[in-house]
T-cell receptor
């Protein structure tokens, strides 16, 4: 079993739709939960990060963490064609106490928003 | 925001040659740099973690003698793929973490290097 599971998609939605992206994980020790966006042949860029459980909102993006279910989500409201990319979830342990803060990534979900 | 560069962006080489990839943090000092490999339609897999001035820590299954990592300064890390073979063809991405305090230190990713071994 992989530490982080993510449906690779592809996911195709019409412009303006609400997009829901999800990841599940197995290690309850993860403390930081990140969502990255990666355009083709580019490095990932951080969209949002959340510490422990809860919700976080930034513009059209909302990240949710449910540690009891080991499940995280990213919602994109009013999706735009420019949102078309691969979205990767990533997790890490608390940095310090021997932990390097390395990231464990999900496989990534390819999203296409059609005009 | 913090900027990380990689050079070259693309390299094609013959089997058996060695290739060096540079990763630089342009506007901040990085305590730690990470090297990832990404195959088509797959996720980023961490290869190694390097701290300035010390030996890199390699992930299980990554050959340290094949993938040489040097982290000579707080702004530069290099990955050398020695005696490259076609199966080493991949997208190599580095990331750098800043010296900012706190328990969460964001990693900033470079744009990646596409290696093709013929």
């Amino acid at each position: 079993q992989k530490e982080v599971e993510q449906d690779p998609g592809p996911l195709s939605v019409p412009e303006g739709a609400i997009v829901s992206l999800n990841c599940t994980y197995s290690n309850s020790a993860f403390q930081y939960f990140m969502w990255y966006r990666q355009y083709s042949r580019k490095g990932p860029e951080l969209l949002m990060y959340t510490y422990s459980s809860g919700n976080k909102e930034d513009g059209r993006f909302t990240a949710q963490v449910d540690k009891s279910s080991k499940y995280i989500s990213l919602f994109i409201r009013d999706s735009q064609p420019s949102d078309s990319a691969t979205y990767l979830c990533a997790m890490s342990f608390l940095h310090g106490s021997g932990n390097t803060g390395k990231l464990i990534f999900g496989q990534g979900t390819t999203l296409q928003v059609k005009p | 925001g913090a900027v990380v560069s990689q050079h070259p962006s693309r390299v094609i080489c013959k089997s058996g040659t060695s290739v060096k990839i540079e990763c630089r943090s342009l506007d901040f000092q990085a305590t730690t740099m990470f090297w990832y490999r990404q195959f088509p339609k797959q996720s980023l897999m961490l290869m190694a973690t390097s701290n300035e001035g010390s030996k890199a820590t390699y992930e299980q299954g990554v050959e340290k003698d094949k993938f040489l990592i040097n982290h000579a300064s707080l702004t530069l890390s290099t990955l050398t793929v020695t005696s490259a073979h076609p199966e080493d063809s991949s997208f190599y991405i580095c990331s750098a973490r800043s010296l900012r305090g706190g328990s969460y230190n964001e990693q900033f990713f470079g744009p990646g290097t596409r290696l093709t071994v013929l």
